[in-house]
């Protein structure tokens, strides 16, 4: 694998961790309301989730979903169902005051911000499709096993890294503010796109 075939497949991945989804969703929805803390532990579990697609597009998952297309369609459904159960979670809650006293600690524990993470990842499978069209022209048969940790890496950098500044920015107290004077209105926004994204997700 050349390094210019590398450096392609780390910005196309960018490119694509950028684009809005259930991910930077979750990290900005995280940021205003849980801080920047539990924001990056989320993030991480985003990292971790793009790097477990990662690794089965190169594992030959696509391969799978091709002989068994069943298999795809079963897990594009779960996946939709589960963002739109967060999204009713959200438009249910809407009305609800947000508790911003200082505890000194973040609402979510760490474990628990980095499973919302991984499972918002999972939940959607078509990153193992994008990936398995990114790596089949840059990554030939016999790469070695370090260009694969080296590209895995910067799978988990990409998202972790672009998702915990999401989160930062979204954490300011000026968005926290704003979020509080709109807060029922920003969460049925936050809610109506997620099942918006969950339904692109099972339907497509």
Known sequence: MTLAAFLAVALLHLMAAISPGPAVLMSARTGVTEGMRTGAFLAMGI??????????????LAIVFQAAPALLWALKIAGGLYLIHMAWS??????QPLDMAETGRPPRSALSAFRLGLYTQLANPK???????IFVGTVPQGTPAWVIAALLTVVFL???IW???????FSFQR???AYISLKSIIDRSFGGLLALLGLK???T
């Open 127 to 133: 990153p193992a499709v994008l990936f398995s069209a």
């Open 201 to 203: 997700i099972a339907a």
């Open 90 to 95: 959200m438009w249910r809650d809407a009305d």
């Open 47 to 60: 990292g971790v989730g793009g790097v477990i697609w990662a690794s089965a597009a190169l594992f030959g």
């Open 163 to 169: 998702n915990t500044i999401v989160a930062r920015i």
């Open 175 to 177: 968005s926290k503010a």
């Open 158 to 160: 990409n998202e972790t």
